[in-house]
């Protein structure tokens, strides 16, 4: 199909898609040529092909289309019909594009303009330039939409195998993606997945499933005593040690020495009883002077059992001191 009967197509098809969608309207496609050129409305396009497109419609369809499509009466042609009908013309142009793109023909799209007059007329007559025009209606609404194009020409230093009229353009951020993403596809397949690196938990479950096998294969390690174990272990040598060696003898103190002296002092007062010797005088007696020292011994002990707790006390610390 040659390129003519393709873009043919695809400008039909966009028209119904504008109306349809946007202005809940069914045009349909007329054959005659609808004698109605009092508004223009043209969007020029640049690339791989060329020209421009425009809507061509009376007053007063232009009112009732823009009327539909922002739900509003409109009787007279002023500023907002004429920016309805190139939003219009815009809504086309773009569905002729998209489809145009799918067999290879790119371009861009330019501003609206719409004019105004009576008996206007679309010329096209350079050479390598076609035009399509197409009418349709909707009831009582009818327009006409004029595409003129032409095949770009190669520029100077482009590669001479390309077909003629083929402009390189440079590739939009959807077309690098798309590719991108089909290649990605492709490599996809064909190598293999590429190693991912492990995340922090993997290496956490890794380490410790390695020491629980390692805790397995390998004895427990001696565990250091802790301060309580030293200090029990001392405490049963010490009681060990106690039991096997004696006692060191420990010295006196002064009230352990003033306890024993007081102590014998009341042990040795109650051995020897006190005597009492009465002399009579009617009885001559011999005594010898050992038996007089004796008794006199035996008077003094005699002294001390009269003593007072207080004289008694002293007595004994008199003779600890000796004793010391």
Do not use: H, W
Request: proline fraction near 5%; glycine fraction near 6%.
């Amino acid at each position: 199909m040659e390129l003519k009967e393709q873009l043919a197509s695809f400008l039909e098809e966009a028209v119904q898609e504008a109306f349809t969608t946007t202005l809940s309207l069914e045009p349909e496609r007329v054959e005659e040529a609808l004698d109605e050129d009092e508004i223009i409305s043209s969007i020029g396009f640049t690339g791989t092909i060329e020209g421009s497109l425009s809507l061509v419609l009376s007053g007063k369809n232009a009112c009732a289309i823009v009327s539909k499509m922002i739900g509003m009466e409109m009787e007279d042609v002023d500023a907002d019909v004429c920016d309805g009908v190139g939003e219009v013309t815009n809504i086309i142009i773009g569905g002729v594009k998209i489809k145009a793109n799918a067999i290879g023909q790119k371009f861009e799209i330019g501003i609206p303009t719409t004019v105004r007059g009576q008996t206007l007329t679309i010329s096209a007559d350079q050479d390598n330039v076609a035009s399509l025009m197409q009418s349709f209606r909707c009831g009582d609404i009818g327009f006409t939409v004029v595409l003129v194009f032409k095949v770009a020409e190669p520029q100077e230093g482009e590669n001479e195998n390309k077909p003629s009229g083929q402009k390189e353009e440079k590739p939009s951020a959807l077309d690098l993606l798309n590719a991108a993403v089909e290649k990605a596809g492709k490599k996809e397949e064909a190598v293999a997945p590429k190693e991912e690196k492990p995340s922090a938990l993997d290496l956490l479950n890794a380490a410790v499933e390695k020491a629980e096998k390692k805790e397995e294969a390998v004895a427990p390690k001696e565990e250091k005593p802790s301060a309580l174990d030293l200090l029990n272990a001392a405490v049963k040598k010490a009681e060990g040690k106690e039991e096997a060696t004696a006692p060191k003898e420990e010295k006196p103190s002064a009230l352990d020495l003033l306890n024993a002296a007081v102590e014998k002092a009341e042990k040795k007062e109650e051995t020897v009883p006190p005597t009492k010797i009465e002399e009579d005088p009617s009885v001559d007696q011999d005594v010898s002077p050992e038996e007089k020292n004796a008794s006199e011994s035996v008077g003094q002990e005699d002294e001390t059992s009269d003593l007072k707790p207080l004289e008694r006390l002293d007595l004994a610390l008199k003779q600890f001191k000796e004793l010391s």
